[in-house]
């Protein structure tokens, strides 16, 4: 148990709807970062959080946004679902901005 | 570019040793990562490499050659639970630290 928590575990939706991820890091940590794994791709790098403050943006699309609250969970919405969204999302954590990740157990999202 | 490459699949016998390449050819690297993942769970994190050298850690060790852009996860006395996919991934480090991952190489230990 690497101490991040994830929820749902599960999401099956249909295309078109809106959804929220929710991830809590491990106690202490500030950063959070955000994960796109799709079947048969490797992780694909979302966006960063450190302690509130958007820190860096990968691939991640217009339709999807995140946040970190003053509690330092954060939370990654998908909007206007597509097929193609279907997918494991991670999230991870680590102390800083330069230390190991230690990721959570995903959702995995199903869109139909 | 920031690419990073490595098998898709490797297959070993349960005792034995493997070694999984990983080459990228990016700059801006400024360490490799090597997670453990098993199917539809969370990657684990084994080893981060900054300098060039083995870093050894029980049955698993690590090598990086930064000026070859080469590391390699070498796992000793294979076990069944052992079978899983690994992930190389860089850090790279533009004031944060962003993983760029690797698709993994999925290893099968036979008995």
């Known amino acids: 148990d690497s101490g991040v928590t994830q929820t749902p575990k599960h999401l099956i939706t249909a295309t078109g709807q809106r ?12 950063s959070v970062y955000w994960y796109q794994q799709s079947l048969d791709q490797g ?17 991640i699309l217009e339709r999807f946004s995140a946040q970190q609250f003053p509690d330092l969970h954060s939370e990654l919405n998908l909007s206007s679902l597509e097929l193609g969204d279907s997918a494991l999302y991670f999230c991870a954590s680590s ?12 959702t995995r999202l199903t869109v139909t | 570019g ?6 898709t699949e490797m297959t070993a ?3 034995a ?3 999984i390449n990983c080459t990228y050819q990016t700059s801006g690297f400024n360490g490799l990562f090597w997670y453990q993942q098993h199917a539809g769970e969370a990657p684990t994190f084994l080893s981060y490499n900054v300098l060039d050298g083995l870093e050894e850690k029980g ?3 690590s090598f990086l050659s930064r000026s070859k852009g080469y590391s390699y996860l070498l796992l000793k006395e294979l076990q069944m639970k052992d079978s899983a996919s690994y992930l190389c991934a860089g850090g790279l480090n533009t004031g944060f630290q ?12 036979s008995p």
Do not use: H, M, W
């Open chain 1, 19 to 30: 959804v929220t991820l929710r991830c809590s890091p491990r106690s202490g940590d500030l």
């Open chain 1, 43 to 59: 992780l694909q790098f979302l966006i960063q959080y450190y302690n509130g403050e958007e820190r860096a943006k990968g691939n």
């Open chain 1, 95 to 106: 102390a800083g901005t330069a230390n190991e990740q230690y990721f959570g157990p995903g």
């Open chain 2, 2 to 7: 920031q690419n990073i490459d490595q098998p």
């Open chain 2, 13 to 15: 016998t349960e005792g």
């Open chain 2, 17 to 19: 040793i493997v070694q």
């Open chain 2, 59 to 61: 049955r698993f060790s």
């Open chain 2, 98 to 109: 962003k993983l760029v991952f690797g698709t993994g190489t999925r290893l099968l230990v």
